[in-house]
């Protein structure tokens, strides 16, 4: 623990013998220099505890070189690494670490570091027949989705990808897998059929934006896209060189794109839209953000629940509402595809009386259409006592709940 690389393999060659009752191998390797010079390591004739023949979980954590190459625990069945060479993460290392470790079911991996994929050829997949749960951390966000292209788990139940950002950084221009990536993520991680999709966008405790996108298949397979920027220490945020308007706008329209682009949208039966904290939109960034709903919608099909939670309403219902300035700069008209079930709960709606009457407007429109709301249910504060008889017409059944509302909703999802 907290040792140099050097040292480490000393400590291996120095203990050749067998180890057959080794169960679990941690590696904390800092960098810098040691007291003895240094930290140079002369690559070793044989693998580092090659005779830890049954090992089942391997925990790296490395400040250097992560030196994968010179481990082999071909019965390893947990591996654990993080990593954040200042030299940069060479994925070769890596892929050839997993390709050699074939009995594995769980996989986590934090990489911190500039992304190498000097000598992996284009088409090089590792199969992984055995992971269940896959999980990758990373502050380089398009070769880090690469690797993940890289790795098929045809028995993965839940593979999560995290892209992690500091706030002094500027929001890159890929946050979520570009689409080449993405297809194959999606194909290799997906055994069936997309089911429902689950789009957060939140603030926490010690960061300034974090964004999921969840994609839960009818076998509960889940594929969870993750984008966080950190913050740097007090409320204010300072560094931050982006307003968080604009982030926020940047994120949302990144996340939406995403979603479009998934291979298999059109079996999509249950959409969660939530925003945690009530994260109102600025009225110069409205438009945005109704051009971005009108291309989601746009490319959906038929949907058994539409459930939209602590939303900003107004994008949603803005061709119903007569609010100044509103239709400005708007390229994409918002239609709601067909919705059997509407559900709204505790939404950021001001001015009320607008809002409820564009969901007035909004519900007759379907019906216009011939694709009315079979059930709409409203969780909302201060409803006018007079909602439901204006709504009734227009839909199937009407619920509505004249409190706040406090709870998270959702149908279960991650």
Known sequence: MYNHWANIQRF???????????????????????????????????????????????????????????????????????????????????????????????VHMRITADISFEGVPREKLVVLPNVKTLSLVMSDGGPGYKIAAHIACPSAKLTSLMHEKHADDMIPDEIFPAPVSWNAIVGQCTTSPVE?????????????????????????????????????????????????????????????????????????????IHYHNYLAIGSSKLHRIANDIGRLFKSMGSLEELYIHRADLRPYLYPFLDLPGLHSGVEQLVVFPPIKELIISDPWCKPLDECVAGLVGLAKSQHALGVPFKNVTVHMEDLPAAMAE??????????????????????GLI
């Open 196 to 272: 429902g999709v689950t789009l957060e966008i939140k603030v926490v405790p010690n960061c300034v934006i974090e964004c999921s996108l969840t994609f839960q298949s009818h076998d509960a397979t889940i594929l969870k896209l993750g984008f966080k920027v950190a913050a740097n220490g007090s409320i204010g945020w300072p560094g931050i060189r982006v307003s968080f308007s604009r982030m926020y706008c940047a994120v949302f329209s990144q996340a939406s794109r995403t979603i479009r682009d998934h291979p298999l949208l059109a079996n999509v039966k249950r959409l969660l």
């Open 12 to 106: 291996s060659e120095v203990n050749p013998g067998p180890f057959p009752l080794l169960r679990i191998l941690v590696i904390n390797a800092v960098g810098g220099i040691g007291l003895d010079g240094p930290d140079m390591m002369i690559p070793p004739s044989l693998p580092l505890f090659s005779n830890a023949v049954d090992l089942k979980e391997f925990r790296l954590h490395s400040e250097t070189s992560s030196f994968l190459s010179h481990f082999v625990f071909p019965n390893l069945t947990v591996f654990k690494l993080s990593a954040a060479p200042v030299e940069g993460f060479h994925t070769s290392e890596l892929l050839n670490f997993l390709e050699a470790s074939p009995m594995l079911r769980t």
């Open 390 to 411: 204006e709504l009734s017409p227009w839909v199937g059944t009407a619920h509505f709940y004249n409190e706040g509302y406090a709870g998270d909703g959702g149908w």
